[in-house]
C-alpha cells in the first residue's frame, strides 16, 4: 500500500445516480488531486487541493463537485453523469508543489 | 498552460535491449519532469524524476536526460527485462502544483 487509498475500486452507475469517490491519504502530504485516465488519452488534471483549498478547477463540468474537508481526505460527488464519464478516477497526493506525485489506485467508473 | 508531446505511443522491444521515450515540453518555465509507470490494472508510479538545474539523472538500468534548450527529455531503459512491460507517463510542471502528462507509451518486452 502506497499510502493513498481510494474507495470504491470500481462503480457502476445510472446517469440519474448520485455517488461519491473518496480518497485517503496518510503521508502527510499537503496537496491532492483528482486526474481522470481515459483510454488513449493523456491523464487529464479535474482539480487541485492544497492545504484543503482549491487551487484548480480545469473547467471541469458541474456534474463533478469535489469536496476536501481536511488534508488527509479528498472526495468527488458525481451526480447526473454521461457514458462519456466512464472512466478510470485516479486520486494523487504530493507533499507540496516540488515534488512528484503518489497515487491511489484509481476507481473504474461506468455510467450506464 | 503547459502541453506535453510523448513519443512513440508504442514501443516493442527485445529482451536485453533498450527502450527510449521522448518527451516535448512547451513551457520553458517547467523544471520538473517525472516519469511514471503504470503495469495492467495498476496505478501510476514514480519510476524518475529530473530538475530542471540537472541534465541526466541515472537510476540502476534506467535513466533521464533533459535538454532545457530544445525543451525535451527522455527516458532510457537498458538491459529490457519482461516485467518493463508498461505503460511509461513523462510529465512536466513549472511552478504550480499540476503536473501535464503525455500520452504514454505503451512498452512490450518480447522474450
Known amino acids: 500500500e502506497t499510502g493513498v487509498t481510494q474507495t470504491p475500486r470500481h462503480l457502476v452507475m445510472g446517469m440519474t445516480n448520485k455517488k461519491s469517490l473518496k480518497c485517503e491519504q496518510h503521508?502527510?502530504?499537503?496537496?491532492m488531486y483528482w486526474y481522470k485516465q481515459s483510454a488513449k488519452k493523456p491523464l487529464e488534471l479535474m482539480f487541485v487541493?492544497?492545504?484543503?483549498?482549491?487551487?484548480e478547477n480545469n473547467s471541469v463540468p458541474s456534474r463533478f463537485s469535489p469536496e476536501c474537508p481536511n488534508s488527509s481526505h479528498l472526495f468527488l460527488h458525481l451526480h447526473t453523469l454521461q457514458p462519456e464519464d466512464s472512466a478510470l478516477y485516479l486520486c494523487?497526493?504530493?507533499?507540496?508543489?516540488?515534488?512528484?506525485?503518489?497515487f491511489g489506485s484509481g476507481t473504474r467508473l461506468t455510467v450506464v | 498552460g503547459e502541453n506535453v508531446e510523448q513519443h512513440p505511443s508504442t514501443l516493442s522491444v527485445q529482451e536485453g535491449d533498450s527502450a527510449v521515450i521522448k518527451c516535448t515540453y512547451s513551457?520553458?518555465?517547467?523544471?520538473?519532469f517525472p516519469w511514471y509507470k503504470q503495469e495492467l490494472g495498476k496505478r501510476p508510479q514514480l519510476i524518475i524524476d529530473?530538475?530542471?538545474?540537472?541534465g541526466e539523472k541515472k537510476d540502476q538500468r534506467i535513466a533521464v536526460t533533459l535538454n532545457k534548450t530544445a525543451k525535451h527529455f527522455s527516458l532510457h531503459i537498458t538491459e529490457t527485462q519482461p516485467e518493463d512491460s508498461a505503460v511509461y507517463f513523462c510529465?512536466?510542471?513549472?511552478?504550480?502544483?499540476?503536473?501535464?502528462f503525455g500520452a504514454g507509451t505503451t512498452v512490450t518486452v518480447r522474450a
Open positions: 494523487a497526493s504530493s507533499r507540496d508543489r516540488y515534488n512528484g506525485y503518489t
Open positions: 503521508l502527510g502530504h499537503n496537496a
Open positions: 487541493y492544497s492545504l484543503e483549498e482549491r487551487v
Open positions: 513551457d520553458s518555465a517547467s523544471n520538473y
Open positions: 529530473i530538475r530542471s538545474n540537472v
Open positions: 510529465a512536466a510542471r513549472s511552478n504550480d502544483y499540476k503536473l501535464s
